[in-house]
């Protein structure tokens, strides 16, 4: 739902008092103390506030991390006058409140808030005020607001705050648009001349892949017969006379005519609709968000390749060199970004292969599938691994949890995901890490369809168990509850 103008004013009102205890804090001398969330979003909100506090000339550092810790207070020794988190938070109020009571605190977030606030905590949050955190506003974009409110030269991070959006999934409206707050983001990045949207063909990789490649690697849609498959795709391309090389170089789909692109659109709706897929001819064609002041063929140009390029950075311990990128470093930052990329999609499959090569690294229970980790797959990227093989599954009704060990925290890394069809079950991962990680002595939540959870690794084994039980039940009750509507 759209947010009413009232919510919006509360919300606005509160990013502005955020931003006055930054600029106070500032013009005080203080040091601020930068907490961001290390996937992409969280990535794009900490370049948002760095920028900005570096325009004020503030003393103040930044890191980046999965989570918070009990041990927060012991990486404060240096006292700082004011504490900001950034994309996370909201989820730690009872721990931050126990531990971070003698300083100031401020948390721009738009995950679930859960806990009690002290008064002398400045929360911005959507959820507070109505607004969907989900799907209207990102943490980049709550952070974007904030740094509005602090000087409106900031708004030239309003890209970078579309980026997080994209990149936390939130691109939820018709056409795969951003909406809510989201849009007004859009708005002000275009209107600065930042941002262009244009409707097109949106499969992922519009400026840095081969055309052939785009199509094969597509799930959304998934094209059957051709996404997984590039020697198809090419012979698709060629009866379709699109031409795959300029000379020596691949093409990419922002080389495209508008001729051919309405060929290629043609074409792949006639392809989908012989199989009878209608739904998915309607995912063919979206809106793209292109940073016109980034150069064409380089994953910055493409709002959705920039988030990938974030999340790689965060995944492989880099997470610095992707702020530099958001605060506007174009040179060596970007040059080892890129490499950091590359790295990354080699670690991705190295991961696929290493899941595939033995049985017992992926056991299939009653009601979920177990990928053993362990200390092979980083926990850093194993919710990629469990991303992308949820959608690929030999029986996609059952969820997937994959994890990963850290050792020396002595908790295992869970990310659980599962597929629409699943959540329209009745089924919420969120909901059913927390309630399977507080019974093993850990921390679990996130949303219906991708969740996590931390245990302490003597506990895994039990964890699955329940896990496997939760879901079980759940499925249960709701087979039995259809059974009862159908008599009906
Ligand atoms: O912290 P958080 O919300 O940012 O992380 C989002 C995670 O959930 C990402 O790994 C993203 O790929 C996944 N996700 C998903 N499908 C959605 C929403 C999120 O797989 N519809
Ligand atoms: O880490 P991963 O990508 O698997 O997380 C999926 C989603 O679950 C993210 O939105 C993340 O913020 C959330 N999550 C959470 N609490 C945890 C672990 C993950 O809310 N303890
Ligand atoms: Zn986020």
Redesign the pocket.
Known sequence: MTPTDSQVADFLKSATEAARTIRETVEENGLIHVFS?L?A?GIAAAGIIGKALLRLDARFRIRVTQWIEEKIIEVLSDKPQLIVFTDLGSGYIDLLSDKLANFKVVILDH?QTVGEQPPSFVHVNPHLHGIDGARDISGAGVTYFVAKAIDKANIDSAAIATVGALA??QDKYEQRTLGGMNEKIVEDATKAGFLTVEKDLVFFGRETRPIHRTLASTTNPFIPGISGEEDKSLAFLASLGIKTRNEDKWRALRDLSDEEKKKLCSALADYLLSKGLRYEVSNLIGNVYVLNLEEPWTPLRDAREFGVLLNATGRMDKASLGVAVCMGDRGAALEQANKVLEDYRKNINKYLGWVMEKPERMKELDNIYVIYGENFINDKIV?AIS?ILSSGLPNTEKPLIAFANVEDQGVAKISA?TVEAVVNRGINLGDIMQAAAEKCQGKGG??N??AGAQVPLENINTFIEVVNDLIGKKLKGDQIASGNRAQI
């Open positions: 969330h996937d979003d995950h936390d999934m919710g991303s995901r996130g949303h369809i991708a």
